[in-house]
T-cell receptor, first 114, second 113 residues
């Protein structure tokens, strides 16, 4: 079916507000990743979900960041009390099994905190 | 812990010239290695991957990369650059049995006439 879908594509929010970013992975993909892409910084790993296993949250930069994946499908990344340094493109990817299988990326959500 | 270093944040070549984008990895066990490309205003797509089969890996759009364990390198090459190759290229490493894909900082390739 369709590729990885992320929404919204762009989000402008005021400092201190909470935001939710959504990722719809490719149907049947058990692995889901969130990354953050800042200008000149490459891709920063945030969190990884694999099936029913406990997620790898080791990349979340602070406790203001959280993510969940409901029913093994849709994932939501939540940033509470946003700060200007949170401004970046947030990328979601999914893969059939994780591991050495190809990860398919969405177009990303560009978050701007003003 | 595994990591990836991409030498050169910006590379500029003439159309028709050789493209060489450098990637060095660090991993305590044999890794899986990937090159992704991001065209302007688009998401990332896989160019090629190394998964311990052949050390020379061929990918899409005429790109290839060679895994050299002795040099801990996985450099990306293309014999003749096209204008359409202008993009950002990311090298990534994934340690076998561990599912966190770690990316380098990226190299922006410019191709001029």
């Amino acid at each position: 079916g369709a590729g990885v879908s992320q929404s919204p594509s762009n989000k402008v929010t005021e400092k201190g507000k909470d935001v939710e970013l959504r990722c719809d992975p490719i149907s049947g993909h058990t692995a889901l990743y969130w990354y953050r892409q800042s200008l000149g910084q490459g891709l920063e790993f945030l969190i990884y979900f694999q099936g029913n296993s406990a997620p790898d949250k080791s990349g979340l930069p602070s406790d203001r960041f959280s993510a969940e994946r409901t029913g093994g499908s849709v994932s939501t990344l939540t940033i509470q009390r946003t700060q200007q340094e949170d401004s970046a493109v947030y990328l979601c990817a999914s893969s059939p099994e994780g591991g050495n299988t190809e990860a398919f990326f969405g177009q990303g959500t560009r978050l701007t905190v003003v | 812990a595994q990591s990836v270093t991409q030498l050169g944040s910006h590379v500029s070549v003439s159309e028709g010239a050789l493209v060489l984008l450098r990637c060095n990895y660090s991993s305590s066990v044999p890794p899986y290695l990937f090159w992704y490309v991001q065209y302007p205003n688009q998401g990332l797509q896989l160019l090629l991957k190394y998964t311990s089969a052949a050390t020379l890996v061929k990918g899409i759009n005429g790109f290839e990369a060679e895994f050299k364990k002795s040099e801990t390198s996985f450099h990306l090459t293309k014999p003749s650059a096209h204008m359409s190759d202008a993009a950002e290229y990311f090298c990534a490493v994934l340690r076998g049995g561990y599912n966190k894909l770690i990316f380098g900082a990226g190299t922006r390739l410019a191709v001029h006439p």
